[in-house]
C-alpha cells in the first residue's frame, strides 16, 4: 500500500514538473507575426514588455486578432516601419539608422500599438530635429598658408565635420583606415598643421609619421564641394586675388 502511495505521489510529481517544463517552454517559443505582409519572430517577453500595449493584450490573448493562412498574428500595419518598433521593446530606447526621416509615420504607429513611452521619444526626436533644421549653421575654411596654423575647418554642426573626415578617408592617396585623428581639434574642428611644400609650391599633408594624406589644395577643394553639396551658400571670401575660391584666405559659409 505505501508502496503504491510512493508510486502515486513520483508520477503526480513527473507530471507537475512536465507541466512544469511545458509552461517555461511554451513562454521561450518564438512568436511569428505577420505585420502588413512582413514576418516578425521574437519572444514573448519582449512582445509582452509593456504591460496594456497592443501586443501584450494580443499575445496574451486578452483581445482577439486575426490570422494568416500559416497561423501567425497578422496585424494590418507598415511592416517596414515595424522593425523599428520591434527594435525599440528589444533595447528599452529609440534607435534609429542615420538620415532617418519617417518621424510622423512611426509615431503613428506607435500609437497604433499604444507604446506612450515610444511615440513621446519619436516626437521629442521629430522635434529636435525641426528645430535643428530652423537654426543657422555656419561654416567656416581659413587658410593660414603657414605651418603654424595650416587649413582649418570649422562648421557649427558636428555631422558635416564627420562627412569631411569621410571624404579625405576616401580621396586619400595612402589608403587610410580611418581619418587621423591628430587633425581632429574637436567634434567642429579639424586642423591640417602637418604639410611640406614641394619644387613647384604644392603643399603636402602629411601625419605626424610622415605619411602623405593628400595636398592641401585637395582638402579645400573637397571641403567647398561637400559645402556646396550640402546647401550651403558662400557668405564672403577674403583675398580671392587669383581668380579662385580655392585660392581664398577664408571663406565663410552659412545654411
Known amino acids: 500500500m505505501e508502496h503504491e502511495t510512493n508510486k502515486h505521489e513520483y508520477s503526480k510529481k513527473s507530471e507537475d514538473s512536465e507541466g512544469t517544463r511545458q509552461g517555461k517552454n511554451c513562454k521561450m517559443s518564438p512568436i511569428t ?23 501584450e493584450r494580443v499575445v496574451n490573448g486578452k483581445i482577439l486578432c486575426p490570422s494568416d493562412a500559416d497561423g501567425h498574428y497578422f496585424i494590418d500595419r507598415d511592416g517596414l516601419l515595424f522593425r523599428h518598433i520591434l527594435n525599440f ?4 530606447e529609440l534607435l534609429l539608422p542615420e538620415g532617418f526621416k519617417e518621424n510622423q509615420l512611426l509615431a503613428q504607429e506607435a500609437e497604433f500599438f499604444q507604446l506612450k513611452v515610444l511615440a513621446d521619444a519619436v ?35 558636428p555631422d558635416f565635420i564627420t562627412k569631411i573626415k569621410s571624404r579625405i578617408v576616401l580621396v586619400s592617396k595612402s589608403r587610410l583606415d580611418g581619418f587621423p585623428e ?35 589644395e585637395t ?4 571641403a567647398i564641394m ?7 551658400r558662400l557668405l564672403t ?6 581668380g579662385s575660391i580655392v585660392h581664398s584666405d577664408a571663406l565663410h559659409f552659412i545654411k
Open 33 to 55: 507575426l505577420n505585420v502588413g505582409g512582413y514576418l516578425y519572430i521574437s519572444q514573448k517577453q519582449t512582445l509582452t514588455k509593456y504591460p496594456d500595449s497592443l501586443l
Open 89 to 92: 521593446l528589444r533595447n528599452g
Open 123 to 157: 516626437k521629442s526626436r521629430w522635434e529636435k530635429e525641426q528645430l535643428a533644421a530652423r537654426e543657422t549653421t555656419f561654416l567656416e575654411i581659413t587658410d593660414s598658408h603657414d605651418r603654424s596654423q595650416g587649413l582649418r575647418i570649422f562648421c557649427s554642426a
Open 182 to 216: 591628430e587633425f581632429s581639434i574637436s567634434s567642429n574642428i579639424i586642423q591640417f598643421k602637418y604639410f611640406i611644400k614641394s619644387e613647384n609650391g604644392t603643399r603636402l599633408v602629411l601625419k605626424e609619421d610622415n605619411t602623405f594624406v593628400c595636398t592641401l
Open 219 to 222: 582638402l579645400k577643394f573637397e
Open 226 to 232: 561637400m559645402a556646396l553639396k550640402c546647401g550651403f
Open 237 to 242: 571670401s577674403l583675398d580671392c586675388s587669383k
